[in-house]
């Protein structure tokens, strides 16, 4: 009965590969996050989407895409990854309201080499 | 541009009492949040204060000031388990959420 899960866990490439993230919530909620976590911890949000509006940090590279098949899953394909792209993701979903507090994966860690 | 400041570490002794503060500079306010994250772990949801004034949750505590742009989250009776890091974040007037960088608490017996 996990809320928010995602794979995989670790996942080591190349530079050059193009990688996929899969991330799945089964709590309903309407909007769904990806964020990168560096080494100095800070939490940094890529994309927020839901089923209206995609919203794009305009930092994010545009070898970073998000790929929503239906509302409960929301994916993160990456392109010619590089090495600084090394982090930790998490996937995130929230529901709304008022407090809108988020909900998070356990993380995928990526290591680039 | 959109800041939020928290120290980076604090120490704090078991059964004690730590105060984490956080101050914030951001284009409009919608709620402020704390998270509390483990080592390798995801951040999970601790508190939220929208109205100035303190918010208690068992053990933990966050305080809000939006005159003064300050937050603190007060950890009671503190316990081994409460080592951690505790990230604030704050919901601007775009309903975007600013995160901070996280203070690392480290508990001592």
């Known amino acids: 009965d996990t809320a928010v899960s995602q794979t995989p866990k670790y996942l080591v490439t190349q530079m050059g590969n193009d990688k996929s993230i899969k991330c799945e919530q089964n709590?309903?909620?309407?909007?769904m996050y990806w964020y990168k976590q560096d080494s100095k911890k800070f939490l940094k949000i890529m994309f927020s989407y839901n089923n209206k509006e995609l919203i794009i940090n305009e930092t994010v590279p545009n070898r970073f895409s998000p790929k929503s098949p239906d509302k409960a899953h929301l994916n993160l394909h990456i392109n010619s990854l590089e090495l600084g792209d090394s982090a930790v993701y998490f996937c995130?979903?929230?529901?709304?309201?008022?407090?809108?507090?988020?909900?998070f994966g356990p993380g995928t860690r990526l290591t680039v080499l | 541009g959109q800041n939020i400041d928290q120290p980076t570490e604090m120490t704090a002794t078991e059964g004690a009492i730590v105060q984490i503060n956080c101050t914030y500079q951001?284009?409009?306010?919608?709620?402020l949040f704390w998270y509390q994250q483990h080592a390798g772990e995801a951040p999970t949801f601790l508190s939220y204060?929208?109205l100035d004034g303190l918010e208690e949750k068992g053990r933990f505590s966050s305080f809000l000031s939006r005159s003064k742009g300050y937050s603190y989250l007060l950890l009671k009776e503190l316990q081994m388990k409460d080592s951690a890091s505790y990230l604030c974040a704050v919901r601007d007037g775009n309903y975007q959420l600013i995160w901070g960088a996280g203070t690392k608490l480290i508990i001592k017996p």
């Open positions: 204060n929208v």
């Open positions: 709590l309903g909620h309407d909007t």
């Open positions: 995130a979903s929230s529901q709304g309201g008022d407090v809108d507090e988020q909900f």
């Open positions: 951001t284009s409009g306010f919608n709620g």
